[in-house]
């Protein structure tokens, strides 16, 4: 599916909150069905360089998004559009708030988002936003109840597009691998990131498999601010509470650092998600068993461009999925015997 260019239809503003529920988590029952009659707005403008951009950022606290900050600042400044970045500290409430300040300032055409919160941000952006004329480009997170669909799905009609390669699918296919990996079954320990973020509601769910799974139990499950220390202190805790563990998964190289500090040479195998250089290099000495490689600064770039694609009247892809971008050696998952094909992002 491609979204073209076409006129703001009245049918938005019936995407209200029917109860009580809907309108607490931010999730009206339009938005949140997909509906067909919710359409793009029509470009505020026709060029590029009058773009006026609020770029809202998970967080700038690790490498990953440094990168795509910077991504964007280099993507901006080549379409000669203006950009401003919002740091949201992981907190959804703070990043809500400073969508709500960036409408109300009116200095806004266009919002490019990467949610803490999906479903709390999806009435202000597929309605609020398009009813004050700011385009919207989602990426990384899908929004409104999409974090679990696969494909085209995680596409929220009323947006430009959403980029991403931490979809449903790909999650499932990385705990697949570890099942295959282990016909003798594992005692497994998941760490991710906070508990509202779609890569995490969508790691845990795929993880729901090894329930199925003959010989296989996940021991625990814990969630963190993806960073470093807080995964020490979470592995550090798994490895004391279950000295027969298996495997830990790690839901984001920066975390995974402290997972391999943590597990300090036991006999503990070690899945990464995220792929950074330093997930590469312990790739190549043995420390990591795989990495599923994810790519910040590409995801950023599609999505601003497709905002300045649309905006000059070009067609845009609803879905760009990154999983399959040409930039990986037709695959995401980075092992020993593949990774001199993979280049780091970040």
């Not at 339009?30 to 590029?48: N, R, Y």
């Not at 900050?69 to 409430?93: H, K, P, R, S, Y």
């Not at 495997?247 to 920066?254: A, L």
Request: aromatic share 8%.
């Amino acid at each position: 599916m491609r979204i073209h260019r076409t006129p703001y239809v009245a049918a938005l503003a019936v995407a209200t909150c029917l109860s009580v529920a809907a309108c607490s988590s931010g999730v009206s029952e339009t938005a949140a069905s997909g509906s067909g009659d919710v359409e793009i707005i029509d470009a505020p403008v026709d060029d590029p360089s009058d773009l006026k951009i609020a770029y809202f950022s998970a967080g700038s606290s690790n490498s990953y998004l440094q990168a795509s900050i910077d991504e964007a600042n280099t993507v901006a400044d080549e379409i000669g559009a203006e950009l401003d970045v919002f740091d949201g500290e992981f907190n959804a409430q703070t990043q809500y708030d400073q969508m709500q300040q960036a409408l109300t300032s009116g200095k806004y055409n266009a919002f490019v988002v990467e949610p803490n919160d999906g479903n709390l941000v999806c009435d202000i952006l597929t309605q609020e936003a398009p009813e004050k004329d700011v385009l919207v480009s989602v990426f990384n997170l899908p929004i409104c109840g999409r974090a679990t669909n696969l494909g085209e799905e995680t596409y929220q009609p009323g947006t430009v597009t959403y980029v991403g390669g931490q979809t449903l699918d790909v999650y499932q296919a990385w705990v697949q691998d570890v099942i295959d990996s282990h016909p003798e079954g594992a005692k497994i320990g998941l760490i991710s990131g906070p508990d509202l973020n779609a890569n995490t509601i969508c790691f845990f769910d795929a993880a729901q498999a090894f329930e199925d799974a003959e010989g296989f139990e996940v021991v625990a499950q814990q969630t963190t601010d993806y960073t470093t220390p807080k995964a020490f202190d979470a592995a550090q805790t798994i490895v004391q509470a279950n000295p027969d563990i298996d495997i830990v998964m790690s839901n984001f190289s920066g975390m995974t650092r402290g997972v391999v500090e943590a597990v300090g040479g036991k006999d503990v195998e070690i899945y990464d998600f995220g792929g950074d250089e330093w997930a590469l290099s312990q790739l190549r000495s043995g420390g990591l068993e795989s990495s599923v490689m994810m790519l910040p600064r590409q995801e950023t770039r599609e999505a601003i461009e497709a905002v300045a694609d649309y905006v000059s009247g070009e067609d845009v892809a609803a879905f760009v999925n990154l999983a399959e971008s040409d930039s990986l050696p037709g695959t995401p998952f980075a092992t020993p015997d593949n990774v001199d094909e993979f280049t780091a992002e970040y």
